[in-house]
Nanobody, 127 residues
Framework: QLQLVESGGGLVQPGGSLRLSCTTS????????IGWFRQAPGKEREGVSC????????FNAMSMNGRSTSSRDNTKNTIYLQMSSLKPEDTAVYYC????????????????????WGQGTQVTVSS
């Protein structure tokens, strides 16, 4: 079973930046598209960004207004979510998720597309 692990969350001040990481120790992710999602209390899980298996294409949610993007380093088996100009409304648990997508040039921001999920990392934006 592919188990993803997120890290890098924490408390950050409004306007600050944060980079989250996603990896797994038992499998390689170089054939998987990776999506980043977040869920705030009382709200539905929403897509933030995704990156294709090769890292060639990234798709970011329009709701983030260019403040977040994904990248990956397949040599390190790690995928990143870089966020900037953070706002209190960005406070949520952030998840990464994977789906086998070798050869595909697109990825999805729909949670139901993904088969494997991490436990999430809390991001709190507050002064």
């Amino acid at each position: 079973q592919l188990q993803l692990v997120e890290s890098g969350g924490g408390l950050v001040q409004p306007g600050g930046s944060l980079r989250l990481s996603c990896t797994t120790s038992r499998f390689t992710l170089d054939k998987h598209a990776i999506g980043w999602f977040r869920q705030a209390p009382g709200k539905e899980r929403e897509g933030v960004s995704c990156v294709t298996y090769s890292g060639s294409n990234v798709f970011n949610a329009m709701s983030m207004n260019g403040r977040s993007t994904s990248s990956r380093d397949n040599t390190k088996n790690t995928i990143y979510l870089q966020m900037s100009s953070l706002k209190p409304e960005d406070t949520a648990v952030y998840y990464c998720a994977a789906v086998l997508a070798f050869g595909q040039a697109v990825c999805s921001l729909r949670p139901e597309t993904y088969d494997y999920w991490g436990q999430g990392t809390q991001v709190t934006v507050s002064s």
